[in-house]
């Protein structure tokens, strides 16, 4: 889809041709080439973590051993956890695409603070390369949730990887106080709260989420490092400590956490579908505050993970009700995308294909979710297989599939070359095939009681790790595909156009790709971030 303007004539260079070489580019602060590089930095990680997924599949492909011992097994979990957790899920959509353009969308030249900008990627440069080390010296096998007492008895090294998650969390931080300065201080006088897109309003919640949440699992894991080479008694039974408290500090960033993850994908999808449905996003104050309530909320159920660690029953019974309560602002915005699309004139491009995939994967993550959170049930399911569908249907179902949405929406903005569509709609369709087989099985093997973190079962669970790993090839394949696609455009790709899909919010008023500054001149603001035109070419 393109619009009937005319496309913009580039009248300065743009941001990739502005400074050329290695030193420009790693003391750059142009906040563009930042996200650039968080990208790279992240996808490299990504696919490290998915090789040490694939070993996992391939060792529960039959009972017994296969290609790992179990110690080693547990150990590639811990490592593949904090991986994909510290270094791709929770700053991937605010580090890359908040970076990228936040200020464009808002119409400012940058971010409030870019130098403070360029030292968070190069904390997360740190903390990404000691996760690696971490791996060349045989890493810990606690679990990427470090909990107490594994994380004080066992003989493999902790130090080097709470580290990295320790310095990853001063990137978050960073970041987060970037992003809620820049929206207070550097918007567009002419443009007002309501005025901003609704990506805008996901990353400022997810910013106060990030400033207020992130120095508790940073302090409580300096603690352990503490208990466990000082002696200092707080955490370790052994010692008097007191193990549940590590899990109440743990999980009240961790909870969180999950809304650093979700509440930025969640924006990306506001953009893309009123984009591809060639309409206003319906209720559109109703989707800004419900990102406020989720981040406010979410920073309250952080013991729904702990039923079965002994807890008042009080206790049990409020979090369950909050657990409940936090799907209220979700399934708001799962309506309103909806109502969105009601009557819409509907354009299936990738993007929209990898937004709809969301949202049938992210509603079965939320419902399961409250089978988690309902007491009963989860006495049942807790610490099985269902728990690890569950996760992995909310944060890789949504995080990861609207980090490749925004991949394929953005992607022409950002390096000025289209995709071939017919490669970017095969793999997402491999990708969803690809992903129930392998995920949806474990929620059946949950629920007649397969452990999860176990590197053998007995034979009765079977055809389910069978499936979950033939699955997982299609899965892999999948996102090679996609990835080799993007990859391919980069060099082969034809020209993209300033408004390839035809969208209305200000990234899109301006060169392809983006100038230096953002802007060649003063943006239009003089229509709503949702607003139209009335003819488009298909």
Known sequence: MTTAAVPLTPAVPDYLRAKQGL??????????RIGIMYMIGMLVFFLFAACMAIIFRLELYSPGQQLVENDVYNRLLTLHGVAMIFLFIIPGIPAVFGNFFLPIMIGAED???????????????IGGLLALVAVMTGGPDTGWTFYVPYSMSTEHNVLIPMAAAFILGWSSILTGLNFVTTVHRMRSKEMGWFQMPLFIWSLYATGWVQLLATPVVGITLVLVLLDKYVGVAIFNPASGGDPILYQHMFWIYSHPAVYIMILPAMGVVSEIIPTFSRKTIFGYKFIAFSSIAIASIGSLVWAHHMFTSGMADV???????????????????????????YKGSIYLGPPMVWALTFIFLFSIGGLTGLINGALSLDLHIHDTSFVVAHFHYTMFGGTIVIFFAAMHYWWPKMFGRLYNMRSAYVAAGLFFIGFNL???????????????????????YLVYHRLSTIGSWILVSSILLMLGNLLHSLFKGRRAEDNPWGGATLEWQTQTPPPVLNFNGEPD??????????????
């Open 111 to 125: 971010v409030a603070f870019p130098r403070l900008n360029l030292l968070s990627w190069y904390c997360y440069l």
């Open 23 to 32: 030193l420009a580019w790693l003391t750059t602060t142009d906040h563009k």
């Open 315 to 341: 206790a049990r019974i409020v979090f369950s009700f909050l657990t409940f309560f936090v799907a209220v602002p979700s399934a708001v915005k799962v309506f309103n995308w909806l109502a969105t699309m």
């Open 525 to 538: 603001l003089s229509r709503g971030p949702y607003e139209y035109p009335t003819e488009v070419e298909a």
């Open 438 to 460: 392998t995920y949806f099985p474990l929620f059946i093997a949950g629920m007649r009681g397969m452990p999860r973190r176990y590197a053998d079962y007995l034979p009765e």
